[in-house]
């Protein structure tokens, strides 16, 4: 199930970002490569941010970036980026940046719960902060 949600294309691990919003755009690019969200979607998450802080911050070092759904999305998806170095969204400092995609306000609620059951595993979390991609892949496949 996690393997069609979250797959091992969809899952980049980079050294450092120059901000938040480049780190934004690259965690984004699988879903953009794949026509699942558009520009439009991106820059909706960017300005989200902008006009209302960091509550995508959910805690430390992981962020749940999104916008509203079906503007710019095509269909369900979701792809993460883990920064071995942290980056600042807005005074938190942010690690983990999972962009989740939703066609609407309810169908990518069960997707949403079996990403965030490995999330919320401590001894997976921090396998993921620790960056290492293919035991990230593994977790999710």
């Known amino acids: 199930m996690l393997k069609s949600i979250l797959s091992k294309n ?14 934004l755009k690259k965690a984004s690019q699988p879903l953009l490569d794949s026509g699942v969200i558009t520009g439009e979607y991106v820059s909706n998450m960017i300005k989200s941010v902008q006009d209302n802080g960091p509550y995508m911050v959910l805690t430390d070092y992981f962020a749940l970036m999104h916008a509203r759904p079906g503007e710019g999305v095509s269909q369900n998806g979701m792809s993460l980026l883990v920064t071995r170095n942290q980056v600042d969204l807005e005074g ?6 999972l962009v989740m995609a939703a066609t609407d306000n309810t169908s990518h609620l069960k997707s949403l719960q079996n990403v965030m059951s490995v999330f919320m595993d401590q001894k997976a979390y921090q396998t993921i902060l620790d960056g290492n991609r293919d035991k990230i892949i593994e977790l999710f496949n």
């Not at 969809?10 to 780190?23: F, G």
């Not at 938190?92 to 940046?97: A, D, E, M, N």
């Open 10 to 23: 969809s899952i980049q691990v980079v050294d450092s970002v120059s901000d938040w919003q480049d780190a």
């Open 92 to 97: 938190k400092p942010i690690k983990i940046f």
